[in-house]
């Protein structure tokens, strides 16, 4: 609590712009390979992963700086996780 933490924004550009909030999924340097629930990415330089099973809302006013963005592979396998977690059956 009180750190600044690493995020990857999941909402799209229009809600984005319109809405007060963003939705994002945290990266995290707790690898767990196992866990089908997490993206496998680098960020900064170092290895991390992207928590799907953390997804959650933050106020556009909590973001501070652009550090990365994720690679075309990297933004459609984390498409596809969302989806396969929070999609419909």
């Excluded at 933490?5 to 945290?26: E, H, K, W, Y």
């Excluded at 629930?37 to 973001?63: F, H, K, M, N, T």
Aim: one cysteine or more.
């Amino acid at each position: 609590m009180g750190k600044t933490r690493p995020v990857v924004i999941v909402s799209d550009d229009l809600r984005n712009r319109l809405l007060q909030t963003v939705m994002v999924c945290p990266l995290t340097s707790q690898l767990r390979p196992q866990w089908r629930s997490r993206l496998p990415v680098r960020c900064a330089g170092r290895r991390a992963e992207v928590a799907v099973d953390q997804i959650r809302v933050l106020s556009r006013a909590r973001l501070t700086r652009k550090m990365a963005h994720l690679k075309g592979a990297e933004a459609e396998a984390l498409r596809r996780l969302i989806s396969e977690m929070y999609g419909q059956p």
